[in-house]
């Protein structure tokens, strides 16, 4: 896996216990039994993840860059 895959790789995971802790606490917050609430959380962080992943894939599947060369003014040009 190329070095920039692997950052977002691990990025997409940090954010993914984010999301988790997050909709879990407000299920929590909101009144619903904790059970629920995991089981809600961990559903839409695994369609997360899903996602994270088939973007990761198009992302590495992008042909590369190509840089743009300058090019150098002609003898007509330069008068």
Same mark, same amino acid.
């Given at each position: %896996?190329?070095?920039?895959?692997?950052?977002?790789?691990?990025? /997409? !995971?940090? &954010? /993914?216990?984010?999301?988790?802790?997050? /909709?879990?606490?407000? #299920?929590?917050?909101?009144? @619903?039994?904790? *059970?629920?609430? %995991?089981?809600?959380? #961990?559903?839409?962080? @695994?369609? $997360? &993840? @899903?996602? #994270?992943? !088939?973007? $990761?894939? %198009?992302?590495?599947?992008?042909?590369?860059? @190509?840089?743009?060369?300058?090019? *150098?003014?002609?003898? &007509? *040009?330069? *008068?």
């Amino acid at each position: %896996m190329p070095e920039p895959s692997q950052k977002l790789v691990n990025l /997409l !995971f940090a &954010a /993914l216990l984010f999301v988790f802790l997050g /909709l879990y606490i407000a #299920g929590i917050a909101a009144g @619903v039994e904790p *059970e629920i609430a %995991m089981l809600r959380a #961990g559903a839409a962080s @695994v369609a $997360l &993840a @899903v996602v #994270g992943r !088939f973007t $990761l894939r %198009m992302i590495e599947s992008a042909p590369p860059t @190509v840089p743009i060369k300058e090019e *150098e003014p002609t003898s &007509a *040009e330069k *008068e």
